[in-house]
C-alpha cells in the first residue's frame, strides 16, 4: 500500500495534505525518513512513525448505531439526510457503509461497516440472520395473528414470507409487539401486518444476529463495536 493511501485512510488528512507531511520528513518507516508519497508499505509488518508517534493501521472500521426516523440508510443522498452524515470524520474516513437498510422512519439497530465481506455473510439470504422490531400496532393483535406469522403471511405482491415469531407485549386499543424475521423485503414488517389486517404506527429494530441495540444510544447516537461483538457476528455467519 502507498504510504500515503495508508496516511490518509487513517485520516491524517487528504492526500494533498499528507504528501506535504511527507516532503517535510515528519514520517518513518522501519527507522528511515520517507518522503514519496509512492513509497510503498506493509501495514501489518511495516513499523510506521508520523511525528514521532507510532501510526496504528486499522482496515475495517464496525460502528452500531441508534438510528434515528427521518433518517435514510444510504452513504448519499439529494434531498435526505443519511446515516453517513451522522458520522465524524474520523469515522467517516473509513468509508462505511449501513448493513441492509431500515426505513427512513424505522428506529433501531443499524450496523456500518466498510468490511464488505461480513456484510454479505449477514445479510445473505443462505444465513437466515433473525432480526427483532419492537413495534406499535393500531389495534388489537391476538393469537391467530400469532399463528399466522408462525406459517408466513402473504403480501400485497403475492410474495409468500418465511415463517415469523410473533411476540405480543400489550394487546389493547394499541398493541405492543416484538416481532423477529429472518427476511428483509422492502417494508416488510409493515406489509406482514397490513395482510392481517393491521397497520404499524412504530417501529424499531432492537437486534439483529446476536446483537442487541445498546440501550444507552440515544437517537443518532452510535459507538464501535468490541472486538468480542465483532468475533461473535463473524461466528454468527461463517464464511462457506
Known amino acids: 500500500m502507498r504510504i500515503d493511501k495508508l496516511l ?22 522501519n527507522g528511515t525518513t520517507v518522503k514519496d508519497a509512492k513509497f510503498h508499505v ?19 472500521i464496525y460502528l452500531l448505531m441508534n438510528k434515528p426516523a427521518g433518517v435514510i440508510s444510504a452513504t448519499e443522498d439529494n434531498r435526505d439526510k443519511t446515516v453517513i452524515d451522522l458520522l ?11 448493513v441492509g437498510r431500515l426505513d427512513k422512519d424505522t428506529e433501531g439497530l443499524l450496523f456500518l461497516t466498510n468490511d464488505g465481506k461480513l456484510a454479505h455473510q449477514l445479510l ?8 427483532t422490531y419492537f413495534a406499535v400496532i393500531n389495534s388489537p393483535v391476538t393469537e391467530v395473528d400469532i399463528e399466522a406469522f408462525a406459517k408466513g403471511v402473504t403480501l400485497d405482491d403475492g410474495y409468500e414470507t418465511k415463517p415469523g415469531k410473533l411476540v405480543i407485549l400489550k394487546s389493547s386499543q394499541y398493541s405492543d409487539i416484538e416481532l423477529t424475521i429472518t427476511e428483509g423485503k422492502f417494508h416488510q414488517v409493515k406489509r406482514m401486518f397490513e395482510a392481517v389486517g393491521k397497520k404499524v404506527i412504530f417501529l424499531k429494530r ?35
Open 88 to 98: 465524524n470524520e474520523e469515522e467517516a474516513i473509513f468509508n462505511p457503509f449501513p
Open 124 to 131: 445473505s439470504p443462505k444465513k437466515n440472520v433473525p432480526k
Open 206 to 240: 432492537i437486534s439483529m444476529g446476536p446483537i442487541k441495540l445498546d440501550e444507552t444510544l440515544e437517537n443518532g447516537e452510535y459507538r464501535e463495536l468490541t472486538e468480542e461483538e465483532v468475533q461473535l457476528l463473524r461466528d454468527f455467519v461463517p464464511s462457506e
Open 8 to 29: 490518509s485512510n487513517i485520516g491524517y488528512g487528504s492526500r494533498k495534505e499528507v504528501k506535504k507531511i511527507l516532503k517535510n520528513g515528519n514520517v518513518t518507516v
Open 42 to 60: 506493509d501495514p501489518i509488518a511495516d513499523s510506521v512513525f508520523l511525528f514521532g508517534e507510532e501510526v496504528q493501521y486499522r482496515e475495517f
